[in-house]
């Protein structure tokens, strides 16, 4: 079984920074993609960054040019560097994990809260 544990969630005035860890019970190796979402009050979960095995990174729109996901496979984490923040980037932010043929296997944290105020 797969166990995601995200931590560094808190409160930022907007401007500031937080990193977000998501630490991974074993390699982190064998996933496929590993990426993170988040989800705003009265919002559905939405795609923030993910990152390959290969180490391809993908990002919303939104986020481009401020944050950065990185692995650090040494430690089975991955992290979500997350500068210039704004109000609008409040949320519960979730890791996931995807595995398997066709990514078959999907597995989420239990999220980490970001408060960003204004």
């Known amino acids: 079984q797969v166990q995601l544990v995200e931590s560094g969630g808190g409160l930022v005035q907007a401007g500031g920074s937080l990193r977000l860890s998501c630490a991974a019970s074993g390699s982190i190796f064998r996933f496929n993609v590993m990426g993170w979402y988040r989800r705003a009050p009265g919002k559905q979960r939405e795609l923030v960054a993910v990152i390959t095995s290969g180490d391809s990174t993908d990002y919303a729109d939104s986020v481009k040019g401020r944050f950065t996901i990185s692995r650090e496979n040494a430690k089975n984490t991955v992290s979500l560097q997350m500068n210039s923040l704004k109000p609008e980037d409040t949320a519960v932010y979730y890791c996931?994990?995807?595995?398997?043929?066709?990514?078959?296997?999907?597995?989420w944290g239990q999220g980490t809260q970001v408060t960003v105020s204004s």
């Open positions: 996931k994990a995807v595995l398997g043929p066709l990514n078959a296997y999907e597995y």
